[in-house]
């Protein structure tokens, strides 16, 4: 491999080809401890944070590697979510690729439900009309998607812009691994999918993320499984997220969504193509019956809960017992008739699966594993999630002949990363904790409010109400507002939506995107967000100069995986508060620390209303993880800080920018 040095120099590759590119000794760092994995130790373990610029450190030895023979290793980088997986390979990998390795082979592969299902859109143009509200609206949905059909090359549905992301005719032309005919499909050969996974089996790069890893490599996902043996490097970007994920792809869950969809395929088949086969459509509305009577069974609002106790109730458990039968007649009538169509069989290898995991779900007296629920408006799932993927993530690693990079802004507590690879079974790991270059303690300010009530305390909201006008009134920038619950968010927004002048915006109202790109049009927006904004976010300059948090972001103690990690760590005999729940807290509120400085020319001011940063013994576990910024227990002095630094910073990228 060419010396790193090379390209990471002043007067290095990406310096000479990438305008504004500068030189970062940590991400030299970084990338020179990619590059020099051995195989005696082949899992690397980085924390690099903010504006290390840690894309590019992992990109390059990728890129640059080749084997004895020439040979481009297979890699796989695997990132939190689609938009970031868009944002790596639209924009970032492009840039290293031209410079670098101009005929490296890049591809971009998302879940099967990101690409239209021909077959599966054909069956539902074909069935007969109806006249009821939902009908009208899928296929008036249904004929942009067509007209766009036939123009696509690639069948991404990220390029139908006219759909809304919530569109309804959405899970009526796309397929699910439950739903998919594979090589049984008489669109196989055309099919958009096959050919998406076709391109990442002959790239060198393949970029996707999380939750397709997991469900392909761990589920055996037909054809993306192929992948993951041909892998010389994995690369895990936004990693503090794999543990929750993996823990889930390794669980066992059921759907009432996935008994609704089932229903649907069958009265389908019955309208379109058996028609002889009333019972179809019976079973369907069974179906149906079967899963909104358990939802109805638990709160309206969504919630989650401890499924153990749940299904103690003689309701629920009355409803389980008749979900049971459900399946078993949906079993024996299917069964009945084999042979007779393609799709049908598949429906009946999918009530097959239902079945056997409905008996595992309802068998809650098996130790190991935690049992819990949760809800949407519409839907109940149910979980089987094991108390630990230690050992199973861990012998996945092993059976694979690759290198794994663990990456994100956010894994170490107080500088240790023993949480982090406690979790994935990954204790010989190599790690390295790489420092951001920005000058924290000149661009931003820590405040810690003094007098505050308890978190618990119903005050607080009207504490965290007069603070946020205070400060947003000196602000000339955004402002965040992260909450850790919804009643909390519900009960401040409620106040500044009529009191502000400015544009305020809470989460809810639109998408993430749309309200981001909202956030960011207006430059002194104020923006109300729970958990989905605390990471991931990407907003600089002006747009975003105050973060202000409502409290230290422990998991709620009634959440049922939460009790049962908890449970699981007394009897290994560890202390649960220091192991699990203090660590996850530390890692959380990193991330929506991290909304606030996000290049050098950024400032800002980050709020957080709790006291027990400063009374409790452990908040000194928070601020050691914390950049290190100014801090204050101060109003005047946040305000004046707040006022006085955009002078500042703007004078001091003019002068750069002249320079």
């Given at each position: 491999m060419a010396n790193?040095?090379?390209v990471?120099a002043?007067?290095g590759?990406?310096?000479q080809a990438?305008?504004g590119?500068?030189p970062?000794?940590?991400?030299?760092q970084?990338?020179?401890a990619i590059a020099?994995?051995?195989?005696?130790?082949?899992?690397?373990?980085v924390?690099?944070?903010?504006?290390?610029?840690?894309?590019f450190?992992?990109?390059?030895?990728?890129?640059?590697a080749?084997?004895?023979?020439?040979?481009?290793?297979?890699?796989i980088?695997?990132?939190?979510?689609?938009?970031?997986q868009?944002?790596?390979?639209?924009?970032?990998?492009?840039?290293?690729r031209?410079?670098l390795a101009?005929?490296?082979?890049?591809?971009?592969l998302k879940?099967r439900?990101n690409?239209?299902?021909?077959?599966?859109?054909?069956?539902?143009?074909?069935q007969?009309?109806?006249?009821?509200p939902?009908?009208?609206?899928?296929?008036?949905?249904?004929r942009v998607?067509?007209?766009?059909?036939?123009q696509?090359?690639?069948g991404?549905?990220?390029?139908l812009?006219?759909?809304?992301?919530d569109s309804?005719i959405?899970p009526?032309?796309?397929s699910?691994?439950d739903?998919?005919?594979?090589?049984e499909?008489?669109?196989?050969?055309?099919c958009?999918?096959?050919?998406a996974?076709q391109?990442?089996?002959?790239a060198?790069?393949?970029v996707?993320?999380?939750?397709?890893?997991f469900?392909d490599?761990v589920?055996?996902?037909?054809?993306?499984?192929e992948l993951i043996?041909?892998?010389?490097?994995v690369?895990?970007?936004?990693?503090?997220?794999?543990p929750?994920?993996a823990?889930n792809?390794?669980?066992?869950?059921?759907?009432?969504r996935q008994?609704?969809?089932?229903?649907q395929?069958?009265?389908?088949?019955?309208?379109?193509?058996l028609?002889?086969?009333?019972q179809?459509?019976?079973?369907?509305?069974?179906?149906?019956?079967?899963?909104?009577d358990l939802?109805?069974?638990?709160?309206?609002?969504p919630?989650r809960?401890?499924?153990?106790?749940a299904h103690?109730q003689?309701?629920v458990?009355?409803?389980?017992?008749?979900?049971?039968t459900?399946?078993?007649?949906?079993?024996?009538?299917?069964?009945a008739?084999l042979?007779?169509n393609?799709?049908?069989d598949?429906?009946?290898?999918?009530?097959?699966a239902?079945?056997?995991?409905?008996q595992?779900?309802?068998n809650?007296a098996?130790?190991?594993?935690?049992?819990?629920?949760?809800t949407?408006?519409?839907?109940l799932?149910v979980?089987?999630?094991?108390?630990?993927?230690?050992?199973?993530f861990?012998?996945?690693?092993?059976r694979?002949?690759?290198?794994?990079v663990?990456?994100?802004?956010?894994?170490a507590?107080?500088?240790?990363?023993s949480?982090?690879?406690?979790?994935l079974?990954?204790?010989?790991?190599?790690t390295?904790?790489?420092?951001?270059?920005?000058?924290?303690?000149?661009?931003?300010?820590?405040y810690?409010?003094?007098?505050l009530?308890?978190?618990s305390?119903?005050?607080?909201?009207?504490?965290?109400?007069?603070?946020?006008?205070?400060?947003?009134?000196v602000?000339?920038?955004?402002?965040?507002?992260?909450?850790?619950?919804?009643?909390?968010?519900?009960q401040?927004?409620?106040?500044?939506?009529?009191e502000?002048?400015?544009?305020?915006?809470?989460?809810?109202?639109?998408?993430k995107?749309?309200?981001?790109?909202?956030?960011?049009?207006a430059?002194?927006?104020?923006?109300?967000g729970?958990?989905?904004f605390?990471?991931?976010?990407?907003?600089?300059?002006d747009?975003?100069?105050?973060?202000?948090?409502?409290?230290?972001?422990?998991?709620?103690?009634?959440?049922?995986?939460?009790?049962?990690?908890?449970?699981?760590c007394?009897?290994?005999g560890?202390?649960?508060?220091?192991?699990?729940?203090?660590?996850?807290?530390?890692i959380?509120?990193?991330?929506g620390?991290?909304r606030l400085?996000r290049?050098?020319?950024?400032?800002?001011?980050?709020?957080v209303c709790?006291?027990?940063?400063?009374?409790?013994?452990?908040g000194q576990i928070?601020?050691?993880?914390?950049?290190?910024?100014a801090r204050?227990?101060?109003?005047p002095v946040?305000?004046?800080f707040?006022?006085r630094?955009i002078d500042?910073a703007?004078?001091?990228?003019?002068?750069?920018?002249?320079?």
């Open positions: 790193i040095s090379n990471f002043n007067d590759l990406l310096s990438i305008e590119f500068q970062r000794p940590a991400q030299m970084m990338a020179e020099s994995m051995a195989d005696a130790h082949p899992v690397l373990i924390e690099a944070e903010t504006g290390t610029g840690k894309t450190a992992y990109l390059a030895p990728a890129l640059m080749k084997g004895e023979d020439g040979r481009r290793p297979k890699v980088v695997s990132t939190g979510t689609k938009n970031l868009e944002q790596l390979f639209h924009r970032d990998l492009p840039k290293v031209d410079v101009a005929d490296a082979v890049v591809a971009l879940g439900n690409y239209l299902c021909i077959q599966r859109m054909e069956q539902f143009v074909q007969p009309s109806r006249f009821d939902q009908y009208l609206a899928q296929m008036q949905q249904a998607v067509k007209q766009w059909s036939n696509t090359r690639s991404d549905l990220g390029e812009t006219e759909l809304p992301e309804i959405l009526q032309i796309t699910t691994a739903n998919c005919l594979g090589r499909c008489p669109a196989y050969d055309d958009y999918v096959v050919k996974r391109k990442a089996l002959e060198d790069v393949v996707v993320n999380h939750h397709l890893f469900a490599a589920l055996k996902d037909t054809g993306f499984g043996p041909h892998a010389d490097m690369i895990f970007d936004e990693a503090h997220q794999v929750d994920i823990s792809y390794f669980s066992e869950s059921l759907s009432t008994l609704v969809e089932l229903g395929d069958l009265r389908m088949l019955y309208r379109t193509e028609k002889d086969l009333k179809l459509e019976s079973i369907a509305d069974q179906l149906d019956k079967g899963g909104l939802r109805l069974q638990f709160a309206r609002d919630e809960g401890n499924w153990r106790d103690k003689t309701a458990a009355s409803d389980s017992e008749r979900l049971t459900t399946l078993q007649r949906a079993y024996d009538i299917v069964k008739s042979g007779r393609k799709v049908l598949q429906c009946y290898e999918r009530i097959l239902l079945k056997t995991r409905w595992q779900l309802t809650t098996r130790t190991g594993y935690s049992f819990w629920y949760e949407t408006s519409r839907h799932t979980h089987q999630t094991p108390l630990s993927v230690a050992d199973k861990a012998e996945f690693i092993q694979q002949q690759a290198r794994w663990f990456t994100s802004a956010t894994l507590v107080d500088g240790d990363f949480h982090f690879s406690g979790r079974g990954l204790q010989d790991a190599q390295l904790v790489l420092s951001s270059p920005f000058d924290f303690s000149r661009q931003a300010m820590l810690m409010p003094r007098y009530p308890q978190p305390d119903p005050a607080m909201a009207q504490h965290i109400l007069q603070l946020a006008r205070e400060l947003i009134a602000n000339h920038g955004g402002t965040f507002l992260l909450f850790t619950s919804y009643r909390m968010l519900n401040v927004a409620a106040v500044l939506q009529v502000l002048e400015r544009t305020v915006l809470v989460q809810g109202q639109t998408s995107r749309e309200l981001l790109d909202q956030f960011v049009a430059g002194d927006a104020v923006l109300l729970t958990s989905s605390w990471e991931g976010v990407d907003v600089r300059g747009a975003l100069r105050l973060v202000i948090i409502d409290k230290l972001p422990f998991a709620a103690p009634d959440d049922p995986l939460l009790q049962a990690r908890i449970e699981d007394k009897l290994r560890q202390n649960p508060f220091n192991q699990v729940q203090l660590p996850q807290a530390v959380s509120l990193k991330q620390a991290g400085i290049d050098a020319y950024d400032y800002g001011a980050l709020v709790d006291n027990r940063l400063v009374t409790k013994q452990y928070f601020l050691n993880s914390l950049p290190a910024m204050t227990r101060s109003l946040v305000k004046e707040l006022a630094q500042e703007r004078a001091e990228q003019q002068e750069d920018n002249q320079q």
